[in-house]
C-alpha cells in the first residue's frame, strides 16, 4: 500500500506545483484533465477530484471578459460551473465537511455569478457567501478562506460594499496563517501564497 501511496503522490506533485502559475485557460483545462484522471484510477482519494475541480473553475474564472461588462456571459461561465461542481461532488463524497472544499464550491458559486451579475446577484451570490461561512467556521486557519473573502472585497465596487483596506487585512492574515499551515501530506492543498503575494504588491 505504501508503494502505491508513492506512486501517487509522484503522480499528483508535478501538478500541484502548477497550481500558483499564471496558467493559460487552455493550461488550467488540461491541469484539470489530469488531476480528474488521477482521481478516476485511484477512486478513494478526494484531493484529486477537488484540484481537477479547483483547476475548472479557475479556468472558467479566466475565461470570462475582463472589460467589467454586467451582461449575459452564462455561456461562458455554466460550462465551467457545471463541470466544476460535477467534480467536487465527487471530492465531497470522500471527504465530508471539508474547508478545502467549500472554498472550491465558493469559487464556482461566484464564477457563476459573474455570469450574470444582475440577475444572479442575490441567488450565487447568496450561496458563495454561505459556502465561504462554512468553510471558515470548519477551520478558521484556512488561509484560502482570507483569500477568497479578501479577492471579493478588493474587486467589489465600493457602493456595493467593497473595501481595499479591508481586503488587505484580509490578505495579511492569510499571509501570516501560510507561516502556520503545514499540510500534514504532501497532496493536502496548499495554494495560495502566489496570489498573496500578488495582492499585497498592488499596496505598495
Wanted: proline share 5%; charged share 30%; glycine share 4%.
Amino acid at each position: 500500500a505504501f508503494a502505491q501511496n508513492d506512486k501517487y503522490t509522484n503522480a499528483m506533485l508535478p501538478k500541484i506545483a502548477l497550481l500558483d502559475s499564471n496558467n493559460s485557460v487552455d493550461e488550467w483545462k488540461s491541469l484539470s484533465n489530469a488531476f480528474e484522471r488521477i482521481a478516476d484510477a485511484e477512486k478513494t482519494k478526494w484531493e484529486p477530484y477537488y484540484y481537477a475541480s479547483f483547476c475548472m473553475v479557475t479556468a472558467g474564472s479566466r475565461a470570462m471578459p475582463t472589460d467589467g461588462s454586467m451582461g449575459d456571459n452564462t455561456k461562458i461561465s455554466d460550462p465551467y460551473a457545471d463541470k466544476a461542481e460535477q467534480l467536487l461532488d465527487k471530492a465531497s463524497a470522500l471527504s465530508k465537511d471539508n474547508s478545502e472544499i467549500y472554498c472550491v464550491s465558493k469559487m464556482i458559486h461566484s464564477l457563476r455569478m459573474r455570469g450574470n451579475p444582475m440577475a444572479r446577484y442575490m441567488t450565487e451570490g447568496a450561496k458563495a457567501s454561505e459556502a465561504l461561512e462554512k468553510a471558515k467556521k470548519l477551520n478558521p486557519y484556512n488561509p484560502r478562506v482570507y483569500i477568497l473573502e479578501g479577492e471579493d472585497k478588493y474587486y467589489t465596487p465600493e457602493q456595493y460594499g467593497g473595501d481595499k483596506d479591508e481586503a488587505k487585512k484580509l490578505f495579511e492574515k492569510a499571509k501570516d496563517l501560510f507561516s502556520i499551515d503545514k499540510a500534514i501530506t504532501p497532496t493536502e492543498p496548499q495554494w495560495g501564497q502566489g496570489l498573496v503575494w500578488y495582492f499585497l504588491s498592488q499596496y505598495k
